[in-house]
């Protein structure tokens, strides 16, 4: 079932950070040069004080920040305790079936339309 599916890859918490810092209206000269070389080097752990600054800096609740840290030390302990396929070779039958059920969406689609 889809609402199973757990990918076998995770961003860093600092990955993520960045991108919301991309998207937002934050001015980088703001943070501290320390804060942006941890973020670079993809060494900033989110703990309660850091939530509660990009909670402050960025937006969302402290509890969102918290969550992407927890979600990731989830998927990094789930990788180490599974045998991963790194090469998608499960996946390969899955991805040619829902391609071929989309083929058949976009038909039922186009006959609808036309």
């Known amino acids: ?3 199973d599916f757990q990918p076998n890859w995770v961003y860093h918490p600092s990955q993520t950070i960045l991108k ?3 998207g937002s209206n934050v001015d ?12 670079n080097n993809q060494q900033i752990d989110i703990d309660s004080d850091t939530a509660i600054y990009l909670a402050r ?16 030390e989830k998927s990094i302990r789930r990788f180490q305790e599974s045998n991963i396929d790194s090469n998608f070779e499960d ?3 899955l991805v040619q079936e829902m391609k071929k059920d ?5 038909q039922i689609i186009n006959t609808l339309i036309n």
């Open 102 to 106: 989309r083929g058949y969406q976009v």
């Open 1 to 3: 079932m889809i609402h």
């Open 91 to 93: 996946y390969y039958t």
């Open 20 to 22: 919301f810092l991309e």
């Open 28 to 39: 980088p000269s703001c943070l501290s040069g320390s804060f942006l070389k941890k973020l």
């Open 57 to 72: 800096l960025i937006g969302g609740s402290e509890d969102f920040w918290l969550n992407i840290q927890n979600n990731y």
